[in-house]
Protein backbone atom coordinates (compact mmCIF):
# COMPACT_ATOMS: atom_id res chain seq x y z
CA UNK A 1 0.00 0.00 0.00
CA UNK A 2 0.80 3.69 0.03
CA UNK A 3 3.57 4.64 2.40
CA UNK A 4 3.97 8.46 3.15
CA UNK A 5 7.29 8.56 5.59
CA UNK A 6 7.41 11.65 7.66
CA UNK A 7 10.74 13.45 9.30
CA UNK A 8 11.19 13.53 12.17
CA UNK A 9 8.92 12.94 14.12
CA UNK A 10 9.78 15.13 16.94
CA UNK A 11 11.77 18.19 16.88
CA UNK A 12 12.69 20.90 19.62
CA UNK A 13 13.80 24.27 18.49
CA UNK A 14 14.80 27.80 20.09
CA UNK A 15 12.31 30.29 19.22
CA UNK A 16 13.12 32.40 16.66
CA UNK A 17 15.07 29.77 14.52
CA UNK A 18 13.25 27.39 11.42
CA UNK A 19 12.99 24.22 11.17
CA UNK A 20 12.46 22.01 8.04
CA UNK A 21 9.61 19.27 8.26
CA UNK A 22 10.00 16.25 4.82
CA UNK A 23 7.15 14.18 3.64
CA UNK A 24 8.11 11.64 1.31
CA UNK A 25 5.60 9.43 -0.81
CA UNK A 26 7.99 6.03 -0.68
CA UNK A 27 6.35 3.78 -3.80
CA UNK A 28 4.29 6.65 -5.32
CA UNK A 29 4.48 9.54 -7.11
CA UNK A 30 2.16 12.11 -5.07
CA UNK A 31 0.76 14.74 -7.50
CA UNK A 32 -0.34 16.67 -4.51
CA UNK A 33 0.70 16.63 -1.24
CA UNK A 34 -0.98 18.23 2.20
CA UNK A 35 0.14 19.77 5.06
CA UNK A 36 -2.31 19.82 8.38
CA UNK A 37 -1.67 21.18 11.71
CA UNK A 38 -2.96 19.77 14.51
CA UNK A 39 -3.28 21.18 18.26
CA UNK A 40 -3.94 18.87 21.48
CA UNK A 41 -7.04 17.59 21.59
CA UNK A 42 -8.27 19.13 18.69
CA UNK A 43 -9.28 18.19 14.77
CA UNK A 44 -6.91 18.37 12.35
CA UNK A 45 -6.98 21.92 9.75
CA UNK A 46 -5.37 22.14 6.86
CA UNK A 47 -2.93 24.35 5.90
CA UNK A 48 -1.68 24.61 2.55
CA UNK A 49 -1.99 22.14 -0.65
CA UNK A 50 0.71 21.98 -2.85
CA UNK A 51 1.65 20.69 -6.69
CA UNK A 52 4.71 19.38 -7.81
CA UNK A 53 6.31 22.44 -9.51
CA UNK A 54 4.02 24.69 -8.70
CA UNK A 55 3.68 27.06 -5.41
CA UNK A 56 1.70 26.47 -2.43
CA UNK A 57 -2.01 27.06 -2.28
CA UNK A 58 -2.39 28.45 1.50
CA UNK A 59 -5.25 28.16 3.50
CA UNK A 60 -7.03 31.55 5.04
CA UNK A 61 -5.06 32.45 7.64
CA UNK A 62 -2.16 30.85 7.10
CA UNK A 63 0.94 32.98 7.03
CA UNK A 64 2.84 31.58 3.45
CA UNK A 65 6.12 33.77 4.70
CA UNK A 66 6.31 31.36 7.91
CA UNK A 67 5.01 28.23 6.86
CA UNK A 68 7.52 27.72 3.47
CA UNK A 69 6.03 24.98 1.57
CA UNK A 70 8.16 23.39 -1.01
CA UNK A 71 7.57 20.57 -3.47
CA UNK A 72 9.93 19.64 -5.66
CA UNK A 73 9.75 16.38 -6.82
CA UNK A 74 6.39 13.99 -7.05
CA UNK A 75 8.14 12.71 -3.71
CA UNK A 76 9.22 14.93 -1.62
CA UNK A 77 7.32 17.94 -0.09
CA UNK A 78 8.97 20.02 2.86
CA UNK A 79 7.43 22.25 4.96
CA UNK A 80 9.64 25.36 6.85
CA UNK A 81 8.41 26.41 9.76
CA UNK A 82 10.44 30.25 9.94
CA UNK A 83 11.29 32.06 12.74
CA UNK A 84 9.44 29.62 15.07
CA UNK A 85 7.53 31.01 18.21
CA UNK A 86 5.92 28.85 21.41
CA UNK A 87 2.66 29.63 19.77
CA UNK A 88 3.76 27.63 16.51
CA UNK A 89 4.60 24.20 18.66
CA UNK A 90 2.11 22.11 17.29
CA UNK A 91 1.78 18.76 15.73
CA UNK A 92 2.31 18.78 12.11
CA UNK A 93 0.89 16.35 9.89
CA UNK A 94 1.65 15.72 6.06
CA UNK A 95 -0.66 14.00 3.84
CA UNK A 96 -0.42 12.38 -0.08
CA UNK A 97 -2.81 11.74 -2.67
CA UNK A 98 -2.52 11.18 -6.57
CA UNK A 99 -4.50 13.80 -7.15
CA UNK A 100 -7.27 11.01 -8.67
CA UNK A 101 -10.49 11.15 -7.42
CA UNK A 102 -11.87 9.02 -4.18
CA UNK A 103 -8.46 7.10 -4.47
CA UNK A 104 -7.70 8.44 -0.80
CA UNK A 105 -5.40 10.07 0.96
CA UNK A 106 -2.39 8.32 2.93
CA UNK A 107 -0.91 10.34 5.68
CA UNK A 108 2.56 10.95 7.24
CA UNK A 109 3.03 10.01 11.18
CA UNK A 110 3.29 13.30 12.36
CA UNK A 111 6.21 15.71 13.02
CA UNK A 112 5.95 16.96 17.11
CA UNK A 113 7.21 20.39 17.09
CA UNK A 114 8.14 22.21 20.34
CA UNK A 115 9.26 25.67 20.47
CA UNK A 116 11.22 26.84 23.50
CA UNK B 1 -17.21 20.44 7.30
CA UNK B 2 -17.90 20.90 11.16
CA UNK B 3 -15.58 23.78 12.99
CA UNK B 4 -12.40 22.58 15.17
CA UNK B 5 -13.87 21.99 18.77
CA UNK B 6 -12.11 23.00 21.92
CA UNK B 7 -12.12 18.87 23.32
CA UNK B 8 -12.97 15.65 22.22
CA UNK B 9 -16.71 14.16 22.60
CA UNK B 10 -16.00 10.74 24.51
CA UNK B 11 -17.41 7.63 24.06
CA UNK B 12 -16.85 4.94 26.29
CA UNK B 13 -18.42 1.04 25.51
CA UNK B 14 -17.64 -2.40 26.82
CA UNK B 15 -14.98 -4.72 25.48
CA UNK B 16 -16.98 -6.47 23.09
CA UNK B 17 -19.87 -3.76 22.30
CA UNK B 18 -20.74 -2.53 19.16
CA UNK B 19 -19.75 1.10 18.64
CA UNK B 20 -21.18 3.74 16.75
CA UNK B 21 -19.80 7.41 15.87
CA UNK B 22 -21.49 10.03 14.47
CA UNK B 23 -20.46 12.82 12.62
CA UNK B 24 -22.33 16.02 10.69
CA UNK B 25 -20.89 17.78 8.24
CA UNK B 26 -22.27 20.88 6.28
CA UNK B 27 -20.61 21.39 2.96
CA UNK B 28 -23.29 19.45 0.42
CA UNK B 29 -21.17 19.45 -2.16
CA UNK B 30 -18.82 16.78 -0.67
CA UNK B 31 -18.71 13.70 -1.84
CA UNK B 32 -16.02 11.93 -0.83
CA UNK B 33 -15.73 10.72 3.01
CA UNK B 34 -13.12 9.16 4.90
CA UNK B 35 -12.78 7.78 8.66
CA UNK B 36 -9.76 7.49 9.86
CA UNK B 37 -8.48 6.35 13.59
CA UNK B 38 -5.52 8.29 15.46
CA UNK B 39 -3.90 7.02 17.62
CA UNK B 40 -1.60 9.66 20.23
CA UNK B 41 1.41 11.03 18.60
CA UNK B 42 0.73 9.31 15.27
CA UNK B 43 -0.65 10.47 11.96
CA UNK B 44 -4.44 9.29 10.80
CA UNK B 45 -4.90 5.61 9.72
CA UNK B 46 -7.47 5.08 7.01
CA UNK B 47 -10.44 3.01 8.08
CA UNK B 48 -12.98 3.14 5.56
CA UNK B 49 -14.77 5.70 2.99
CA UNK B 50 -17.69 6.33 0.79
CA UNK B 51 -19.07 8.10 -2.02
CA UNK B 52 -21.96 10.53 -2.04
CA UNK B 53 -23.79 8.29 -4.53
CA UNK B 54 -23.63 5.42 -1.89
CA UNK B 55 -25.25 5.16 1.66
CA UNK B 56 -23.61 2.10 3.01
CA UNK B 57 -20.78 0.62 2.86
CA UNK B 58 -18.76 -2.57 5.35
CA UNK B 59 -15.76 -3.48 5.58
CA UNK B 60 -13.82 -5.66 7.98
CA UNK B 61 -16.11 -5.60 11.77
CA UNK B 62 -16.85 -1.73 10.35
CA UNK B 63 -19.57 0.06 8.43
CA UNK B 64 -20.07 3.05 6.97
CA UNK B 65 -23.16 5.32 6.99
CA UNK B 66 -24.11 8.11 5.04
CA UNK B 67 -27.27 10.08 5.07
CA UNK B 68 -27.09 13.32 2.77
CA UNK B 69 -30.24 14.39 3.56
CA UNK B 70 -29.71 15.42 7.05
CA UNK B 71 -25.59 15.80 5.90
CA UNK B 72 -24.67 13.12 8.59
CA UNK B 73 -22.27 10.07 8.30
CA UNK B 74 -21.56 7.00 11.17
CA UNK B 75 -19.44 4.70 11.76
CA UNK B 76 -20.18 1.57 12.80
CA UNK B 77 -17.54 -0.58 14.93
CA UNK B 78 -18.50 -4.44 15.55
CA UNK B 79 -17.56 -6.22 18.77
CA UNK B 80 -15.34 -3.89 19.86
CA UNK B 81 -11.25 -4.39 20.91
CA UNK B 82 -9.11 -2.89 23.33
CA UNK B 83 -6.95 -1.69 20.10
CA UNK B 84 -9.81 -0.11 18.92
CA UNK B 85 -9.41 2.70 21.24
CA UNK B 86 -8.15 6.13 19.69
CA UNK B 87 -9.59 8.86 18.53
CA UNK B 88 -11.68 8.66 14.77
CA UNK B 89 -12.56 11.47 12.98
CA UNK B 90 -14.78 11.94 9.89
CA UNK B 91 -13.30 14.10 7.02
CA UNK B 92 -14.93 15.05 3.80
CA UNK B 93 -13.84 17.09 0.49
CA UNK B 94 -15.99 17.64 -2.41
CA UNK B 95 -13.09 17.49 -5.60
CA UNK B 96 -11.26 14.22 -4.27
CA UNK B 97 -7.53 13.74 -5.11
CA UNK B 98 -6.80 17.43 -5.50
CA UNK B 99 -8.70 18.62 -2.73
CA UNK B 100 -7.37 18.87 1.07
CA UNK B 101 -9.29 17.19 3.73
CA UNK B 102 -12.14 19.06 6.27
CA UNK B 103 -11.85 16.83 9.45
CA UNK B 104 -14.80 17.04 11.99
CA UNK B 105 -14.02 17.15 15.52
CA UNK B 106 -12.92 13.76 16.33
CA UNK B 107 -14.63 10.96 19.21
CA UNK B 108 -12.30 10.14 21.25
CA UNK B 109 -13.58 6.28 22.08
CA UNK B 110 -12.57 4.13 24.95
CA UNK B 111 -13.07 0.30 25.59
CA UNK B 112 -13.73 -0.79 29.08
CA UNK B 113 -12.09 -4.20 29.90
Known amino acids: GAVVSQHPSRVICKSGTSVKIECRSLDFQATTMFWYRQFPKQSLMLMAT?????????EQGVEKDKFLINHASLTLSTLTVTSAHPEDSSFYIC????????????FGSGTRLTVV | GESVGLHLPTLSVQEGDNSIINCAYSNSASDYFIWYKQESGKGPQFIIDIRSNMDKRQGQRVTVLLNKTVKHLSLQIAATQPGDSAVYFCAETEGGGADGLTFGKGTHLIIQP
Open chain 1, 95 to 106: SASLGEPYYGYT
Open chain 1, 50 to 58: SNEGSKATY
